[in-house]
Nanobody
Framework: VQLDESGGGLVQPGGSLRLSCAASGSINTIYGMGWYRRLPDYQRELIAHIDRDGNTKYADFVKGRFTISGEPAKGAIYLQMHSLKVEDTGVYLC???????????????WGLGTQVTVSS
């Protein structure tokens, strides 16, 4: 199973970016996918999540600015980010809650991340 992120980059405060994540490999079922940000201590904080039924949840600090979309059941999600702030800077990781063809459901599937830098 592989999760590939794209779309990161350098943007000025107030700008926009769109991140994409694609899941591939021997996957049986995808239950949900999400975006997290890596913290300095290598923990991860939730940014946004979407399940296979289209239900979404967001971190309070991105509500009204970020929108998660896509078809997680098909392995494709996006994160549209508007009104970016300097404090949004970080490595954004794609997460998958899925069951591989040979294995059990596991929500510990991660991409390598894409860097988002907000700076003037």
């Amino acid at each position: 199973v592989q999760l590939d992120e794209s779309g990161g980059g350098l943007v000025q405060p107030g700008g926009s970016l769109r991140l994409s994540c694609a899941a591939s490999g021997s996957i049986n079922t995808i239950y949900g996918m999400g975006w997290y940000r890596r913290l300095p201590d290598y923990q991860r904080e939730l940014i946004a999540h979407i399940d296979r039924d289209g239900n979404t949840k967001y971190a309070d600090f991105v509500k009204g600015r970020f929108t998660i979309s896509g078809e997680p059941a098909k392995g494709a999600i996006y994160l549209q980010m508007h009104s970016l702030k300097v404090e949004d800077t970080g490595v954004y990781l794609c997460n998958g809650d899925l069951a591989p063809l040979r294995g059990v459901r596991d929500d510990d599937h991660w991409g390598l991340g894409t860097q988002v830098t907000v700076s003037s």
